[in-house]
């Protein structure tokens, strides 16, 4: 997810979100719209998959309400994902009509790789929207691309690392009492989005040793476009990095009127 800082850079796009019915949860739709309308207003609300096939019904009320057209495809073969190729020529239609401006894929499914690079090319934004069990040629095929597991909570995601603990204090049989000792320290680890930051900084630092928050969060979605503040439980960049006071230092700057965040790696000139 962009943050709040770098939403303001970006132009008004019209969106497309094409979802795969078959490779997305009903129940994160409306979670998926919010997520698209961050980067411009959806134009258009398609979902593709066989509606005469129970897997689907999940679907139905909640395409009602949030206005999502449902695009019959039905299966050609027993087993075989029949919506890839609608949703791959809609797309392309969509492309050279010049309708809009930025898509929004949702699926896991691989097969949208060539599609999303397709897009790409034609110097149009495009996001996906999928599970972590994405195949990572598509992930990187977009300029943007959320993990539906961030999506399923609103609460911050854990870094799945326990903070740690100093050891017991040995307990002097002798005396019968347990001595004041000195808790091992175990060394100290470096926080788990730092390789990132880090190579995201030194591409967007400048001449004074400061860069432009919105610059690195630019330079953070080249180096890896699932990069997201909450996988590491904060809801900004800004916050992820100011969690990180050993290694950054940070600064604000108002211009006309918006505040500009700045970062600096300590130590350096």
Same mark, same amino acid.
């Given at each position: 997810?962009?943050?709040?800082?770098?939403?303001?850079?970006?132009?008004?796009?019209?969106?497309?979100?094409?979802?795969?019915?078959?490779?997305?949860?009903?129940?994160?739709?409306?979670?998926?719209?919010?997520?698209?309308?961050?980067? #411009?207003?959806?134009?258009?609300?398609?979902?593709? #998959?066989?509606?005469?096939?129970?897997?689907?019904?999940?679907?139905?009320? !909640?395409?009602?309400?949030?206005?999502?057209?449902?695009?019959?495809?039905?299966?050609? @073969?027993?087993?075989?994902?029949?919506?890839?190729?609608?949703?791959?020529?809609?797309?392309?239609?969509?492309?050279?009509? #010049?309708?809009?401006?930025?898509?929004?894929?949702?699926?896991?499914?691989?097969?949208? @790789?060539?599609?999303?690079?397709?897009?790409?090319?034609?110097?149009?934004?495009?996001?996906?929207?999928?599970?972590?069990?994405?195949?990572?040629?598509?992930?990187?095929?977009?300029?943007?691309? !959320?993990?539906?597991?961030?999506?399923?909570?609103?609460?911050?995601?854990?870094?799945?690392?326990?903070?740690?603990?100093?050891?017991?204090?040995?307990?002097? @049989?002798?005396?019968?009492?347990?001595?004041?000792?000195?808790?091992?320290?175990?060394?100290?680890?470096?926080?788990?989005?730092?390789?990132?930051?880090?190579?995201?900084?030194?591409?967007?630092?400048?001449?004074?040793?400061?860069?432009?928050?919105?610059?690195?969060?630019?330079?953070?979605?080249?180096?890896?476009?699932?990069?997201?503040?909450?996988?590491?439980?904060?809801?900004?960049?800004?916050?992820?990095?100011?969690?990180?006071?050993?290694?950054?230092?940070?600064?604000?700057?108002?211009?006309? #009127?918006? @505040?500009?965040?700045?970062?600096?790696?300590?130590?350096?000139?």
């Amino acid at each position: 997810m962009l943050p709040e800082e770098q939403l303001s850079s970006l132009s008004r796009h019209k969106i497309a979100i094409l979802i795969d019915g078959d490779n997305a949860q009903a129940n994160l739709l409306p979670k998926m719209l919010v997520e698209a309308g961050r980067y #411009g207003q959806i134009t258009v609300r398609r979902i593709y #998959g066989d509606w005469t096939t129970s897997n689907m019904n999940s679907w139905k009320d !909640v395409l009602n309400f949030h206005a999502v057209q449902p695009v019959q495809q039905f299966r050609y @073969t027993v087993g075989k994902n029949a919506t890839d190729s609608a949703m791959i020529i809609d797309a392309m239609d969509l492309l050279h009509t #010049g309708v809009v401006d930025g898509f929004c894929l949702a699926s896991s499914d691989s097969d949208y @790789t060539r599609l999303a690079t397709r897009i790409r090319e034609s110097g149009v934004f495009v996001m996906g929207i999928g599970a972590k069990k994405t195949p990572k040629p598509f992930v990187n095929a977009c300029d943007v691309f !959320v993990y539906t597991e961030n999506l399923v909570s609103d609460q911050k995601v854990s870094r799945r690392r326990a903070p740690n603990k100093p050891a017991k204090k040995p307990k002097d @049989t002798t005396k019968g009492v347990s001595p004041e000792v000195e808790p091992e320290v175990e060394p100290e680890q470096e926080p788990e989005a730092m390789s990132l930051i880090r190579q995201a900084y030194e591409m967007s630092v400048e001449e004074d040793g400061w860069s432009r928050l919105d610059h690195m969060g630019n330079a953070l979605y080249q180096l890896d476009p699932a990069f997201d503040p909450r996988s590491y439980g904060h809801r900004q960049l800004s916050r992820l990095i100011a969690s990180y006071k050993d290694y950054f230092q940070m600064r604000t700057q108002e211009i006309n #009127g918006s @505040t500009l965040f700045y970062v600096k790696m300590k130590g350096d000139n």
